[in-house]
């Protein structure tokens, strides 16, 4: 049975998607940050990232775990601006009843709204999880988000009701959207990571202290299905899949493949763990795509540039070449991380400044 919101929600989009061809070329500049939970401090972040340079861009992305998400979108519309898009992904602590009511609400009825002209070719998931898996075109990036809670059938719930998964209907579902995207970058975020990873920069400059998070309990608890969802991103020329659940910031490239995994960490702000935090600032145009990593590693609060991603084409680019720059704000360790493969630099460091 079609869930109630999933029927207008498909009207509503087939009346509002527009032919992503003429706003293929603009460059796009956004905000990637998650696993808030509604901390206070998950304002310091945003306000750090409104006030770089050239801002926040002009959508956000929350890698899950965003519960509640009604007062996180709050904090977003106050901090940012109440007209600026917000993808939410479904994470394990979204993955109940009260959430997944909202987050139905707001895909379904508020953000179609608030697309500006670079959104376009918005296309809601498959029956079943209508509205938490979806993808769409931002200038020249096909995104496509997955929910990874969703078991896979079209019953009432369905959209909450798995864990650790990309069922095979999801995956299927995913490599049909990609295959149709003539864009030149294609990233997929989710909530788990298919490779979890200690965090890049405590693991090198605390390396007594065991920064690894949920090392059993991701995408690689069920293997099968995550051997076969990275096929799908491989075989689809996927530049990266985002995603967060570990708290850990790490950007790993995936075993045999071009694809980045870059798990965005927390963006919380609180007392005991503000160290972990991190917000990313993606920016693309047709023949780039950057990711720029802001991290307080000295200060709370202080966010500086710590990491730094040029990436090529992976459909253009073998995967022995694809470079990333890593800029260390501390002095580099005598021995580099184990998934730290790239050069490393010594360019200045801007700071976002203390808010």
Known sequence: MKHPLQASFLAFLAALCISATSRASEPV??????????????????????A????????????GDIDPPDLVRTEIAKTIG??????PVVGNHDAN???????????????PALFPPHISAFTPGPPGAAE????FDAGPVHIAVINEYWDGTKTRDADFKSRE??????????????KKSTQPWKIVVGHEPAFPQADQDWSRLEPKVNSERHAESSLNAKVEHRDAFVKTLADNHVTAYFCGHTHRYSRFQMPNTSIWQIDSAQARGETKSWKYDAFLIVAASDTEFKVSVYRNLKTRGTFELTDHLDLPTPAATPAATQAATQLQPTPPPAKPPA?????????????????
């Open 339 to 355: 998934n730290n493969t790239s050069p490393e630099t010594n360019a200045p460091i801007p700071q976002a400044g203390r808010v």
């Open 82 to 87: 109440k007209n600026i898009p917000w993808f």
């Open 97 to 111: 009843k009260t959430s997944m009511t909202y987050l139905r609400n707001y895909l379904a009825k508020e953000l």
């Open 52 to 63: 770089l340079p050239d801002g926040p861009g002009t959508f956000v992305i929350t890698p």
């Open 165 to 178: 998964d990309v069922v095979p209907a999801l995956n299927q579902w995913l490599d049909a959207d990609l």
């Open 29 to 50: 500049r956004f905000l990637v940050l998650g696993d808030c939970r509604n901390y206070p401090g998950f304002t310091t972040l945003l306000k750090s990232a409104k």
């Open 132 to 135: 938490s898996t979806y993808s």
